[in-house]
Nanobody, 123 residues
Framework: VQLQASGGGLVQIGGSLRLSCVTSGRTNSNNAMGWFRQAPAKEREFVGTISWNAGTIYYTDSVKGRFTISRDNAKNTVYLQMNSLKPEDTAVYYC?????????????????WGQGTQVTVSS
């Protein structure tokens, strides 16, 4: 099973990026998916999660109203739309596939992880 995250890059403050995460090797349509990020010298932190059918979605407080998670189970792909980006959003962003169908913020509930994609927000 592989998760391939893409879409990162360099963007100015207030800009937007859309991250994608494609799962190969198995279907993830029955699993929750999550996005996490890790800034330099900081621990990995939860960004957002989506349940298997997109019925439940929630985010960490710092990105609410700016980031949107969605998924296309037919394409085995989950997305993270990031708007109004701030310098503090600079990090490596990771997607992950959960062991359960329900949305969760707990790192231990995720079994497969992508390699990460760098997002840099510059002033």
């Amino acid at each position: 099973v592989q998760l391939q995250a893409s879409g990162g890059g360099l963007v100015q403050i207030g800009g937007s990026l859309r991250l994608s995460c494609v799962t190969s090797g198995r279907t993830n349509s029955n699993n929750a998916m999550g996005w996490f990020r890790q800034a330099p010298a900081k621990e990995r932190e939860f960004v957002g999660t989506i349940s298997w059918n997109a019925g439940t979605i929630y985010y960490t407080d710092s990105v609410k109203g700016r980031f949107t998670i969605s998924r296309d189970n037919a394409k085995n792909t989950v997305y993270l739309q990031m708007n109004s980006l701030k310098p503090e959003d600079t990090a490596v962003y990771y997607c992950a596939a959960g062991r359960h169908s329900w949305a969760t913020a707990r790192t231990s509930d995720y079994v497969y992880w992508g390699q990460g994609t760098q997002v840099t927000v510059s002033s």
